[in-house]
């Protein structure tokens, strides 16, 4: 049996953190472990790695393979971690710190827009009472010069009769004969 260290997916969609654990080698990714060796989670800022050093030391010992990802990680563990990775748990004090500035930041976010929410309607509202006070005001016409109008002479003009009027017997339909129609 070869024993190997390699991380061992956890977490949700899109939102991975890893376990770093001592399985055999020929078991899943996700499947049958020894023990849990630590965690990274590289989703934090700045990622954040446990690792118990002293246990995989003893792995190696043993003849344990570490993962290229695993021997990275190990490196930066021992040399205390950088800019992109976080060594060790974070101090409780300081979590909830941050936890309350990231809270303060947002609320001040959500106070800001809902004010230029009220301001933005405020300013709607003016502009419909303007246009409501204009629509409203008597609109004062210029004085229009009139000019005197010429009167032209009355011609006659011929007045059409209608051709409907001429004949009222081509309007009126035939009276139908009731004994024409006999019942058969």
Known sequence: MSVKIR?????????????IVATESSSPRD???IETLGYYKPMETPARLILD????????SKGAVQSETVRTLVNRARKGGDSTVAIGELDPGEANQLKAAAL???????LAKAE???AEAAEAAEAVAAAAAAAEAPVEEAPVEEAPV????AEEAPVEEDPAEEDPAAEAPAEEDPAEEAPE
Do not use: C, I, M, Q
């Open 7 to 19: 991380l061992r997916r956890t977490g949700r969609k899109k939102l991975a953190h890893y376990r």
């Open 31 to 33: 499947g049958r472990f």
């Open 53 to 60: 050093l002293e246990r995989v030391d003893e792995w190696l």
């Open 104 to 110: 303060e930041e947002r609320r001040k976010k959500e």
């Open 116 to 118: 230029a929410a009220e």
């Open 150 to 153: 010429e009167e032209a002479p």
